[in-house]
Each structure stands twice: as C-alpha cells, then as structure tokens.
C-alpha cells in the first residue's frame, strides 16, 4: 500500500496543490534567486533606455538595431526558460549586459549602460517589481471583499452573539461582522493606492545618484514605463531606496494583521465549544497520530505569516535610519525583505476567499446562543434609563444587581423577578411587566432599534453593503486604469522598436 500523507482517512475532499504549498512554504520546497523575479523588468528597463537614447541621439540607430536585436534573443531564452543568472557576474542588470555584449560585441554592446548605473537600474527594477505586486495585492482584496459582501447579504439577518473580552456583550449579525473585515480590507486597498502615489516615479536618469552630462530625456523613459513621471530630484530616489519597500511593507502588515484577526474569529467559532461555523475540508488538515483531528490550519498559517511581516517591516524601516547621501550597501537588503515578504503574504488573500466562499454557517446554533450570557442586559439599561428617567449609571447598577440575582436562579437572561428586587433595593419606582421585559431582551428587538449609521441592523448593513459595494467597484475601475497605462507603455515601446528596425 502507497502512502502519500500521514493523515486524510475521515476528509470528504483534500487540500489542493496551491493549499499544500501554502500550509508547507519552505519544508519541502526552495525559492529562488531574487534578481531572477526582476529579469523582465531589467529587460523592460533596458528597451525604454535604448530607445531613448536613439531618440537623443546618443546611441546611433545602427547600433541600437544590434542590441535590441540581443535583447530580444534574450527576451525569447528567457520565455524558453534558458537563461539562467550567472552569480559569477554577480547581478542581473550584469548578466544581461555581458549577454548582450557577448552576442553583439563590446563596441554595440558596451553602450547600453551609457547614462545608467546598477544604482539607478535597481531602483528601477524593483519600483517597477513593487508596483505590479501592489496591483496584484489590490486585485486580491478586492476579490476578498466580493465574496464578503456576498455573504453578508446572504447572513444580514443571521443573528449571533457580538463579544468584547472574548465573553458575550450584545447581539449582532453575521452578516455585519463580515463587513466590518471588509471595511478593514478596504482600508487596506487605499494603502496600496496610496503607494502610486508616493511612489509610481522613474529613477532612471539618477545614475549614482547625481545624475550624468549625458542629455537623457526623463519623461520618455518614463512615458515607456508606465510612471507618472521622473522624479523630481535624482539623489532622492538612491538614497531612499529602502522607501517605497518599507511603504509596501507597512501596507502589507496592516492588510496581514486584519486577516490574522479575521482568522483567529473563524477558528473560534469553528470549534466544538462555539460550532457556529464549520471550514471547508479544503482548509483544515489531520494529525499524523490522532485520527479524529479536524485542523484549521490554513487560518493558523496566516497568523504565522502575519508575524513574519511585522519582523520584515522592522528591519525596511531600520535599514533606513542613518544613511549618508548616495547609495549603501545597506539598502541592497531591502531587495530580499520585500521578495520574501510578497512571497509568504501574497497567496495569504486568495486563501481567505476561499475560505469565506466555501465557509457553513450554523445559523441555528448562532441563534441559540443570542438566548444566553445576559445579552439583553446593555438593552435593559438602556430601556430603563429612557422610560424611568434615570441616570444611565443608576440605571447600570440596578441591572447589574438583576444579573447577579437572575444567576442564581440558574437564568441566562434578566428574569422579571430578579430586576423587580433590584429596583426594589435601590429604591427606583419603575412599572414592570413580565412580558415586556423578556420582550426589551429579545435579540431581534434589539438590533431593530439599533438604527445607527453603521450598525448591525437591517438599515445599517443594507447602507454599509451598498458603500462597499460602490467603493469596490472604484478600486476594480482604478486597477483597469493603471493596467492599461502598463499595456500602453508597452505598446509604445513596440511601436519604436518596429520604427528602428524599418
């Protein structure tokens, strides 16, 4: 008999790859070199500045013809999987200029790096590395928060218990917990745009960081690579490297910390003791020894992973303290940080969709548990305090008092007798009814007559549904945009290239 996994003997449906691999990360399995991710985009780099010095005039059309000619033989090794990074020749941004001068000769090839240097070409790669990540981020959470949404309006009238200090507090929907996850990932998505715009800016041109008398034009290099623009002062972008890594990284951390929050929820209430959800197989893993063990560990991966952001986010921002002007060595760490960061973070999002689009929810449990831990009490208080008159802190006292009485008649809720003797001891003249005070606690009474901007009745969850959905739809509209601008770019440097070689 083959035996693949240790456990799977009571699961309907088994992990797939990508989970395997999520839940695993290094056990198995390597990653590769960093500057092998930044391959397309030194080649990106180095077209827009081969065309850009044709158009100046700095590089002979003769000339640009034979290493655009090498570029795009090593553009095809590359798709072939055939080119590998010589460490010998320690950097990407060199082993494509000695491919190139290799192929073409020194004298057509040596110019490439005319006006440039790795300062500027790793500042480049990586901004434009940064930047496709946070377009995948963002196309992740907005996806997330789809799925939210969805079942939000399916559970916006699924009663359960809202808790404070992990002990009950006062009723809420299922459906208003799951929005209040996608106002967080919301948040996190105006991060991530707010990276473009700190950020979406051309450092070619900056060379060491000061610049160089050859008449480069900025502005074209930066139309053929998608930025908004270069940026305004050359030294900035070299020194700062660290920058737009530790801002991604921050991003990344508060996104990580919301989905660890919301993990650690879901693993609660998927436990025996609370039952008010179940995960999909897919999510959950057994035990090597117990055969019972029904494990909600992708939800407990991405609390690891949240972990491992903070401490990446530490050293980007204190890589970045005490750096004299120019380039240093220290900010070439940046460059590993940030890959190791998006390597272990990014899938976390399609996971948690996952997990909430094939989530059951245990609607009869959920309800049954509004009915206990005094969950009415805040609503007693309240009620007390309108219709009596009194002081919201005497009003406090005197249900606090009905609590302790109701206890210990073996009551989870505010019995009329007990609130009777409480209003008796402190002296408060209040006309009471029985019906009217089980009626005051109901669950349903409640969150009908919590009626705020925001809150978890029906009003508040069909308006917070209806922003999110109309902020989604911007973010969506905002990713087409900046997507287009890419293939733009793109387009316009095909278009040049064919022009050189007519």
């Known amino acids: 008999m083959k035996v693949d996994k240790l456990w799977g003997g009571r699961f309907e449906e088994l992990p797939p790859k990508e989970i395997v691999d999520f839940l695993s990360g290094r056990d198995a399995r390597g990653t590769s070199p960093a500057d092998e991710r930044l391959i397309p985009y030194d080649l990106w780099g180095n077209r827009a500045h081969l065309l850009m010095l044709i158009r100046q005039g700095i590089l002979s059309k003769q000339d640009g013809k034979k290493i655009l000619k090498g570029l795009r033989e090593l553009e095809l090794l590359c798709r072939k999987g055939k080119f590998?990074?010589?460490?010998?020749?320690?950097?990407?941004?060199?082993?494509?200029?000695?491919?190139?001068?290799?192929?073409?000769?020194?004298?057509?090839?040596?110019?490439?790096?005319?006006?440039?240097?790795?300062?500027?070409?790793?500042?480049?790669?990586?901004?434009?590395?940064?930047r496709d990540q946070v377009l995948e981020y963002v196309e992740g959470l907005t996806a997330l928060i789809e799925l939210l949404l969805r079942q939000a309006q399916a559970h916006r009238s699924t009663v359960m218990p809202g808790y404070t200090h992990h002990q009950y507090a006062i009723p809420t929907t299922f459906g208003h917990l799951l929005l209040s996850f996608a106002e967080a990932f919301d948040r996190d998505i105006r991060r991530f745009v707010h990276w473009f715009d700190l950020f979406n800016e051309n450092p070619l041109g900056a060379a060491a960081g000061y610049g160089t008398s050859f008449p480069l034009d900025r502005e074209l290099t930066s139309k053929l690579l998608a930025f908004d623009g270069p940026t305004e002062n050359v030294t900035d972008p070299i020194t700062q490297r660290w920058e737009p890594e530790a801002e991604l990284a921050h991003a990344v951390t508060v996104m990580m910390n919301h989905l660890s929050t919301m993990a650690q929820n879901l693993i609660l209430l998927s436990t025996p003791e609370f039952n008010m959800v179940r995960l999909h197989d897919r999510h959950c893993s057994g035990s090597s020894i117990m055969p019972q063990k029904r494990n909600p560990c992708s939800l407990e991966v991405i609390k690891a992973k949240a972990s491992f952001a903070h401490g990446i986010l530490l050293s980007l921002i204190s890589v970045g303290k005490a750096l004299f002007m120019g380039y240093n060595r220290d900010t070439q760490w940046t460059k590993y940080w940030i890959m190791d960061l998006v390597e272990e973070t990014r899938p976390a999002v399609s996971v948690m969709a996952e997990v909430i689009r094939l989530l059951e929810v245990n609607r009869t449990q959920m309800a049954e548990r509004t009915g206990k831990g005094f969950l009415g009490a805040t609503s007693l208080m309240e009620w007390m305090a309108v219709v009596g008159r009194l002081p919201l802190r005497k009003a406090k006292m005197a249900v606090e008092k009905a609590v302790k009485y109701s206890e210990k008649e073996g009551a989870e809720e505010v019995t009329y007798t007990s609130l009777?003797?409480?209003?008796?001891?402190?002296?408060?003249?209040?006309?009471?009814?029985?019906?009217?005070?089980?009626?005051?606690?109901?669950?349903?009474?409640?969150?009908?007559?919590?009626?705020?901007?925001?809150?978890?009745?029906?009003?508040?969850?069909?308006?917070?549904?209806?922003?999110?959905?109309?902020?989604?739809r911007g973010s969506r509209k905002w990713l087409t945009l900046e997507r287009r601008e890419i293939e733009k770019a793109k387009e316009r440097i095909v278009r040049m290239e064919q022009k050189l070689a007519m």
Do not use: C, W
């Open 84 to 130: 590998r990074l010589d460490p010998a020749k320690e950097d990407v941004h060199s082993n494509i200029e000695s491919f190139l001068i290799d192929r073409v000769g020194i004298e057509a090839g040596g110019k490439i790096h005319t006006g440039r240097s790795r300062n500027d070409q790793v500042a480049l790669d990586m901004r434009l590395y940064l």
């Open 420 to 472: 009777k003797k409480a209003i008796k001891d402190m002296g408060i003249r209040l006309p009471l009814k029985e019906k009217e005070v089980k009626e005051i606690q109901r669950p349903d009474r409640i969150l009908s007559r919590n009626i705020l901007i925001g809150g978890p009745s029906g009003k508040g969850v069909r308006e917070n549904l209806f922003s999110l959905r109309e902020r989604t």
